[in-house]
C-alpha cells in the first residue's frame, strides 16, 4: 500500500488530509512556498482556510506568500504514549509559530536541525518563547511537503 | 415581561454507576442503571419521562434508553456537542424545554467507557478530521498536547509555574480523599510525587491529566412548583449559558487574537447577565478539569479574578474546603472520575441539599461548568 493510501509516512507519521479549502495551502508548500489565504476583496488574511471572509463575508480568495520568517508563540514536548510512528521519536518538539508578515497567524509545525532531520533533533534547551524561526520544506512522502522551522540562532 | 428560566425548574433526583478504570456492563447498560438510579433518587417513575439530554458523542441514544427504561411517549430530546463541552448544556436544554411547556419530566445522562474503551486519536485509519490537518501530521496527536501549547504560553505570559497547576491537582485530590466513590479515595498526593512524575506533554505531567473511566451518571428536571413536592431538597437552575465565541477553533484556539481567552469567557457573560448575583457569591465551585491548566483560564473567564491572576488565585489554599473558592468537592475529572464532566452537576446537586463528601457548610449557590477549550456551558444552581 502507498503512503498516501496508509495515511502516514514510511515511518508511521500522519499524513496531512486537505479539504477543499486547505487544499492550495498543501499545492503551494509542495512548490516551497508558504502561503496564507486571503480575501481577494479587503486583503484580510485569514486561517484556517475557509470559503469565504469573516470580515466582508466576500468569497474571493487569493493565496498571499509569506516570508516564512516568524517567531515562537508556545512549544509542547509530547512523551509517549503515542502513536507509533511518533513514540520511536519522542520525547519530540512541537512549536506554534507566529508568522512575522501576519500577527495572529499562527502555524503549529516542528522545529528542526535540517529540513529532513528527526522530530526530535533539536535541543529542547534551546526553544523559548519568541525564539525567531525561519520556514524550511521537507518532503515526508512523494508529493506530500510539510513546513518546518530552523531556529535563526541555534 | 421577557421570558427566563430563572428559578422556572430544579435538579430533583440524582444517579451513578460505580466509577473504576474497566466496568464490566457496556455502556447502555451503565446508562440505564444511572437514569434508574437518579429517578429513584427524586421518586419519579420513568412511565413518567417524557424528556431526554445527552451528549453527541453518546454512544447509547434516547431510542434505546427510553425503551429499556421504561418512559413514557417522548416530547423533546436534545444532543449537545464538543466532547465535554456539552455537559451543563444538556440540563439547561431540558430546563428549557420544561419551562417552555415542551415536556415535565427530563432525563439528562451520560455513559462512557473511556478507561477499558478505545482512544480515537489512537486509530490512525480514522484520523484526522478536517481541522487536524493543520495539527496532527507535526505530532499535535492527543488532547493534551493540544491544552499544553496553552498552557506554556499561560506560564510565559503570566508568571504561572507548574506549582500553581499543582495547587488544583492537590485540591482535587484531597476532596477525592474524602470521597468513598472517587477513583482516587485513598490515594494522597504529595508535591514530590506530582514534581516526579512522568511527562505526559511537557510542560503537562500525569497528574495535570483527569482520570481514564468507565462510568455513567444521570439527573433528573423538572418544574419547580412540582420539585416542592418530591422528596429531595430541590437544587433550582438559577442561571444557564453556552458559549462559542468569535472566531473560536476548538481544543486548538491558536489563530484568534487572544487564544487564552477561550469560551468560558464567552459563556460567562451570558450566564452572570442573567443571574440574581455574581462570582463573589458563588459558596462552591465545580469548574470542569480534564487538565489542570483549565482551572486558573476558568477562574479567569467566570470572573472570580481578573485576567492573567488564576494562576495566583489557586495560592494560600484557596481552592481548598474553608478557602475562597472550594472546588471539585467530588475530586472532579482530575481525582472522582472523567466522565465529561457530568460527575461535576451530581456534586454540585449534593453541595446545595447539604449532603457532600466534602460539605461547605451551608452552601447555597454553585457554579457548574463544561469543558473550557471547547464550544462549552455553565451553570448557577442555588438551593
Avoid at chain 1, 509569506?66 to 507509533?84: A, C, D, E, K, T
Avoid at chain 2, 451518571?217 to 413536592?229: G, K, M, P, S, T
Avoid at chain 2, 457532600?356 to 454553585?366: E, I, K, L, M, R
Wanted: include cysteine; proline fraction near 8%.
Amino acid at each position: 500500500m502507498s503512503p498516501m493510501m496508509r495515511g502516514t509516512t514510511d515511518n508511521g507519521l500522519l499524513l496531512p488530509v486537505p479539504d477543499a479549502d486547505g487544499e492550495p495551502f498543501w499545492t503551494y508548500a509542495a512548490r516551497g512556498e508558504l502561503r496564507i489565504q486571503s480575501c481577494a476583496d479587503c486583503g484580510g488574511l485569514r486561517f484556517p482556510p475557509r470559503p469565504c471572509c469573516p470580515r466582508c463575508q466576500s468569497f474571493a480568495t487569493e493565496w498571499r506568500l509569506m516570508s516564512g520568517r516568524g517567531h515562537i508563540w508556545s512549544y509542547v514536548r509530547p512523551h509517549p504514549p503515542l502513536l507509533p510512528g511518533y513514540a520511536e521519536q519522542a520525547p519530540y518538539n512541537v512549536v506554534l509559530v507566529q508568522l512575522a508578515d501576519a500577527p495572529g497567524i499562527r502555524l503549529v509545525g516542528n522545529p528542526v536541525s535540517a529540513p529532513d532531520a528527526a522530530l526530535d533533533s533539536v535541543d529542547p534547551a534551546l526553544l523559548r518563547v519568541g525564539a525567531p524561526v525561519r520556514a524550511v520544506f521537507a518532503e515526508i512522502a512523494p508529493g506530500v511537503t510539510v513546513p518546518r522551522w530552523l531556529l535563526e540562532r541555534p | 415581561m421577557t421570558a427566563t428560566l430563572k428559578d422556572t425548574t430544579a435538579i430533583v433526583g440524582i444517579g451513578q454507576t460505580p466509577f473504576a478504570r474497566q466496568l464490566d456492563p457496556p455502556e447502555k447498560t451503565l446508562a440505564c442503571q444511572a437514569i434508574l438510579a437518579a429517578l429513584d433518587d427524586a421518586g419519579i417513575a420513568p412511565s413518567e419521562v417524557d424528556a431526554f439530554a445527552s451528549y453527541t458523542m453518546e454512544e447509547t441514544d434516547e431510542v434505546e434508553v427510553a425503551k429499556a427504561v421504561g418512559a413514557g411517549d417522548v416530547t423533546f430530546f436534545s444532543r449537545i456537542g464538543y466532547g465535554g463541552g456539552g455537559s451543563c448544556a444538556t440540563v439547561a436544554h431540558l430546563a428549557a424545554a420544561i419551562t417552555t411547556g415542551q415536556a415535565t419530566v427530563g432525563v439528562a445522562w451520560r455513559s462512557r467507557k473511556r478507561g477499558s474503551g478505545p482512544r480515537p486519536w489512537r486509530d490512525t485509519r480514522a484520523q484526522l478530521p478536517t481541522p487536524a490537518q493543520w495539527t496532527r501530521p507535526y505530532g499535535l496527536l492527543r488532547p493534551v498536547d493540544e491544552i499544553a501549547m496553552l498552557a506554556r504560553r499561560y506560564m510565559h505570559e503570566y508568571g504561572a509555574t507548574r506549582d500553581h497547576f499543582f495547587n488544583v491537582a492537590l485540591a482535587c485530590r484531597n476532596r477525592a480523599a474524602q470521597n468513598p466513590a472517587a477513583i482516587m479515595h485513598g490515594r494522597p498526593l504529595t508535591r514530590e510525587a506530582y514534581m516526579s512524575a512522568r511527562w505526559i506533554s511537557e510542560p503537562l505531567c500525569l497528574f495535570d491529566n483527569c482520570l481514564e473511566t468507565d462510568g455513567a451518571l444521570a439527573c433528573v428536571v423538572v418544574a419547580a412548583e412540582r420539585a416542592r413536592d418530591l422528596r429531595q431538597r430541590p437544587v433550582y437552575v438559577h442561571s444557564a449559558a453556552q458559549g462559542l465565541p468569535s472566531q473560536h477553533h476548538g481544543m486548538v484556539n491558536y489563530w484568534t487574537d487572544d487564544p487564552l481567552a477561550g469560551p468560558s469567557w464567552t459563556a460567562a457573560r451570558q450566564l452572570w447577565k442573567a443571574a440574581d448575583f455574581g462570582p463573589s457569591d458563588v459558596h462552591v465551585a465545580q469548574i470542569y478539569d480534564a487538565f489542570t491548566t483549565l482551572i486558573p483560564l476558568s477562574l479567569e473567564g467566570y470572573g472570580f479574578c481578573g485576567r492573567g491572576e488564576g494562576a495566583a488565585f489557586t495560592e494560600d489554599g484557596a481552592l481548598e474546603l474553608g478557602g475562597r473558592l472550594p472546588l471539585n468537592t467530588g475530586g472532579g475529572g482530575l481525582s472522582e472520575a472523567y466522565v465529561h464532566g457530568f460527575n461535576l452537576i451530581n456534586e454540585g446537586v449534593r453541595q446545595l441539599r447539604g449532603t457532600s463528601t466534602a460539605q461547605v457548610p451551608g452552601a447555597a449557590t454553585c457554579l457548574v461548568t463544561a469543558g473550557e477549550g471547547v464550544p462549552t456551558s455553565a451553570l448557577l444552581l442555588r438551593s
